[in-house]
């Protein structure tokens, strides 16, 4: 598989913790590096975060923050799409290193939830891509 015939990236990011499991065989696929997004305080070193709301709550989400560099074009994983907050927060995170998120790929995606629509709102350049809808 072509990474150019599917996707253009420099940088891969996964979101805690399957979109880890996720990320790091793409990244390994194509031989590029991988970036954690991880809850707030799991990171060894100085990191930026975002908070978000979840059904149940709210969280944070955090990044190194030499994770990215302007210019790097990077792919963001998660297993599951579904009210877009975590995602959301994670594309937030990234353009805040400066980075340009080309796509989001994730593996479900539970469309009554309308994740999508909230994503597409506050950033429509970027393609959303799911392997399932339900």
């Known amino acids: 598989v072509s990474q150019s015939r599917y996707f253009e990236f420099d940088v891969v990011a996964g979101i805690e913790a399957r979109g ?4 790091a ?3 390994q696929k194509f031989s590029r590096g991988f970036i954690p997004l991880r809850k707030k ?4 070193f100085t990191t930026i975060g ?3 709301g ?8 955090e990044a190194h923050i030499d994770a990215a560099k302007p ?9 599951v799409l579904a009210t877009g907050g975590t995602i959301v927060a994670g594309l937030e995170l990234l353009t805040e290193l400066g980075a340009t998120v080309t796509e989001v790929v994730v593996v479900i995606e539970i469309e009554e939830l309308e994740g999508r629509s909230k994503i597409q709102s506050k950033f ?8 399932l809808k339900v």
Request: cysteine-free; hydrophobic content about 45%.
């Open 54 to 61: 979840l059904e149940y709550g709210a969280d944070v989400i």
């Open 50 to 52: 975002k908070s978000y």
């Open 41 to 44: 305080g799991k990171l060894p």
């Open 71 to 79: 210019g790097d074009k990077i792919i963001l994983v998660d297993d």
């Open 20 to 23: 880890f499991i996720l990320g």
């Open 124 to 131: 429509p350049e970027i393609k959303l891509r799911s392997l």
């Open 25 to 27: 065989a793409i990244s």
